[in-house]
T-cell receptor, first 116, second 108 residues
Framework: DGGITQSPKYLFRKEGQNVTLSCEQN?????MYWYRQDPGQGLRLIYY???????QKGDIAEGYSVSREKKESFPLTVTSAQKNPTAFYLC???????????????FGPGTRLTVL | QKEVEQNSGPLSVPEGAIASLNCTYS??????FFWYRQYSGKSPELIMS????GDKEDGRFTAQLNKASQYVSLLIRDSQPSDSATYLC????????FGTGTQLKVEL
């Protein structure tokens, strides 16, 4: 059963704490992405990775960090430097970085992070 | 000007009617266009992709693209209550850029 999994589904964090969101895919996709979604706003790109051990900042990378040690995994760390981290976080993947202009992205179920 | 613009709605249509969702984009170099459906509290689900001018049909869904007018639309025929969701338009130039979505309500 192929797909993208994200865990946990809900996450609560105290201010000042770092937290890591998991994203795993078994679709054999090369590219992976992290977005955040806030009410009334479109999805905004945080980071993306087109190959293992390489990643690029998106539009709102400040306060976030990522790693891509395995093709299947692309964890996102929300650091204490992120000023407003409460949001819905979505991980996505696409098949081939070489086809990025026409490459369809598929989304995981998301993690809802709330900072208390 | 926003890169991808959609009317936030809500757009209300009666069951069985045609729902028409519209999207405009600012970058003439955009090459790929997508419609995602997002139910409340859930992640976006791809329903249509279109790359060339004209219409593309898939079941009850038809995507229409007009690059000269920088306009892409989604028609949903025989609308059902289960179609009630937010529909996100997304466009690829250098990266995938989303609109803020149109909320569709299909009423019994």
């Amino acid at each position: 059963d192929g797909g993208i999994t994200q865990s946990p589904k809900y996450l609560f964090r105290k201010e000042g704490q770092n937290v890591t969101l998991s994203c795993e895919q078994n679709l054999n996709h090369d590219a992976m992405y992290w977005y955040r979604q806030d009410p009334g706003q479109g999805l905004r790109l945080i980071y993306y990775s087109q190959i293992v051990n390489d990643f690029q900042k998106g539009d709102i990378a400040e306060g976030y960090s990522v790693s891509r040690e395995k093709k299947e995994s692309f964890p996102l760390t929300v650091t204490s430097a992120q000023k407003n981290p409460t949001a819905f976080y979505l991980c996505a993947s696409s098949k081939s970085p070489g086809q990025v202009l026409k490459d369809t992205q598929y989304f995981g179920p998301g993690t809802r992070l709330t900072v208390l | 000007q926003k890169e991808v613009e959609q009317n936030s709605g809500p757009l209300s249509v009666p069951e069985g009617a045609i729902a028409s969702l519209n999207c405009t984009y600012s970058d003439r170099g955009s090459q790929s266009f997508f419609w995602y459906r997002q139910y409340s509290g859930k992640s976006p689900e791809l329903i249509m992709s279109i790359y060339s001018n004209g219409d593309k049909e898939d079941g009850r869904f038809t995507a229409q693209l007009n690059k000269a007018s920088q306009y892409v639309s989604l028609l949903i025929r025989d609308s059902q209550p289960s179609d009630s969701a937010t529909y996100l338009c997304a466009v690829i130039r250098d990266k995938l850029t989303f609109g803020t979505g149109t909320q569709l309500k299909v009423e019994l």
